[in-house]
């Protein structure tokens, strides 16, 4: 091989949405583009809050373009992060220092980066609770390290045995991502406070801060009156993993943000190694323009209830067909069960409807399909009667 | 250490030139934003075409917000692909395969994304020519890979013998910077293919592709009726390494690319590793909006003759002054010598003076300080004072 082999079969496998992506635009062009029911990719559906056109026009209108596109510093523009600390405070009740916030690149930058300034040793290994996002392995390897896996409980909740059972001496991290990227589900309070307290005992048993980093793009997206909890009220070494992606539906330009808790083990010295990693990864400063965007519009969403609605009608839908689905209060997805136990037995019987899924092996968890569900309203209005057809096709419907 | 020593190391050790920011921020609260010349950053002082805000606001006078700020392909969008591939070919006369390009955020993760994808092994040796930029090591080493930096010849121009001898079995790849980022220097085409040659017999000698990676974002930058040579043209595993920043004044926004050469020996698999070392580092896909943006000012610059007449004005000053200066056709920095040979000699002379200058030993060239001239032309005017003081200082003036 020529070049790197790793970075190779990373750049060979496309991922199995991808696959089923292209699979789809191929589809569409033979049977047209109405007949195919895609719900392989999680691009928000919802447009933009209208808050955001408004503050880019506003911001482009100013006398010195040189400053609006320059190089802000390396962590953000510090009038961004006092902003999103402000915020954070206010509907969160967990006060960040801004001087320990770093603007990202959107999520998946949030987590590589903070991957590679807590991983140290090629021994260490991060946890995760599946189902999880599939890049998780990704990041964590290329940081070094080891990903694995905790199985869900019931309901794809948290096993908190299961997860005290997994930690050891090399568990440097853990992933925790509420709401839940493939499954909707959002995690208790009830489970943090467990999870936490799994951690602070291993922190303790093995003499070293366990980080928690908090995976939560879906942060905003959330319904049934629920609310995330704010992880750093109840663990000390936290490191949040923002993005702007879902909440204002901007995932194509690349805005979140890193906020190392306060509280932390040496929070500085942190905080320091997260700027180190940013610089060797080559992240010199997060765009400009989407920062000064994010100081304006941070407290803001998109059509959240779009979601919601979205979500009332498939899950009812599909439960009534006899299909069995943890109840996802939050994101925008749904991870429903393979009648069979396989999950590519239902993905390719939905395929036949040209009804796109995504199976979900790749989830860390075997024997569901994921269905993100950031679609038109009128998609899956007009999706409902293949999903009966493949639900009869399994003898579910009574 | 309760994370990444190397990271820490590199987020706590501020560089040299943010050092000098930091000092000229401060001094110029003390004695007036007018008395500080503040030679340190490379950000750009002219402001983008006009053509940049235009094509923003049609941008965002979309009815669908959903798609402007949506995902891209990894790679980037097709038609950006093939906008810049076309006016390249005729620009320049090389013809790169836009299914062979993959846009970035930036040239610092064009760098860190190609030196990932053809590193292979802890033993490879990346070669540069002195003066570089020092993120370069960083990003080489982050890599996995070991930085060996070629000494210049006369004029800092590249010594094709000490570039030819520092070759060996573990060479993978070489970075070229022309113009050249802190000299202004750029190579001439006999440099260029002097260095082909080299290569060529090199990769036949050690069987295996030696990578030419030319980091590129000066490349517009150029003055005196000079041209950048395409590298393509001169050797077939090259690796262009592009970004808006400078020739826009967009460095904030971080929008760039990597073209792999379709004459790169298996370049498909190398591209692929591109691909796959972009995901590994978390770039999902590079900023949308900027990458419609770029389809629209690829073919701008911002005004080039500004940074000429910057040149003109202080090239021409300081060798009346009596200072050595390698004759910068490009790029907007001048690499002067010390008179003493002690880079920080006259880089503290100057600070007497509220002359901010970079020593140059973080570039791997001792004895020089570098200026960055893309300020305005008044602060130039007003400055040439304080450097005639410095120049006599060193008894430099008849």
């Known amino acids: 091989m020529i070049c790197n082999e790793k970075m190779y079969a990373l750049g060979a496998k496309r991922s199995v949405i991808r696959e089923l992506f292209e699979y789809g635009k191929k589809r569409k062009a033979e049977v047209g583009e109405d007949k195919v029911y895609d719900f392989s990719l999680g691009n928000p559906s919802v447009p933009p ?62 987590l590589a980066i903070s991957l590679n300034a807590v991983i140290k040793d090629e021994k260490d290994e991060v946890l995760t609770f599946a189902p999880f996002f599939p890049e998780y392995r990704v990041f964590t390897e290329k940081a070094g390290a080891k990903l694995v896996a905790v199985s869900p409980a019931e309901g794809l909740d948290i096993d908190v045995e299961a997860f005290a059972a997994a930690i050891n001496a090399h568990t440097r991290a853990v992933i925790l991502n509420s709401p839940n990227n493939p499954s ?39 319904f049934d009156g629920k ?58 400063c997060a765009p400009s323009l989407f ?74 968890c075997a024997g569901y399909v994921r269905i993100a569900y950031c679609v038109s309203r009128d998609l899956i209005e007009r999706s409902l009667p293949a999903f009966r057809r493949i639900a009869e096709k399994f003898g579910l419907r009574k």
């Open 49 to 110: 809050p209208k808050e955001v056109k408004e503050a880019l026009l506003r911001l482009l209108d100013t006398p010195n373009e040189t400053a609006l596109h320059g190089y802000t510093s390396a962590q953000g523009d510090k009038g961004v992060r006092e902003t999103i600390a402000k915020n954070y405070k206010e509907k969160y009740g967990f006060a960040f220092d801004p001087d320990l916030m770093y603007m990202t690149c959107g999520a998946a930058a949030s």
């Open 184 to 222: 909707g589900v959002v995690y208790s309070e009830e489970k943090i406070k467990a999870v936490a307290e799994v951690l602070k005992a291993a922190s303790a048993k093995y003499g070293a801060p366990i980080y928690l980093i908090s995976d939560e793009p879906y942060r905003e997206l959330i």
């Open 291 to 364: 920062q000064l965007l994010v100081k304006e519009c941070d407290a803001y969403t998109g059509d959240i209830n779009a979601y919601k609605e979205n979500r009332d009608l498939l899950y009812g839908a599909l439960t009534e067909y006899g299909f069995t689905c943890a109840y996802p209060s939050g994101a925008f997805y749904l991870f429903v069960q393979s009648p069979t136990g396989d999950a590519s037995a239902l993905s390719e019987a939905a395929k036949e409807e040209d009804v796109l899924v995504v199976p979900s092996d790749s989830f860390g």
């Open 227 to 284: 609310k995330a909890p704010s992880l750093p009220l109840y663990y000390k070494d936290v490191i949040v993993c923002y993005s702007y992606s879902k909440a204002l539906s901007l995932p194509g330009e690349r805005i979140g943000y890193i906020a190392v808790s306060p509280q932390a083990t040496d929070a500085e010295a942190l905080y320091l190694a997260v700027c180190g990693a940013g610089r060797a990864l080559g992240y010199v």
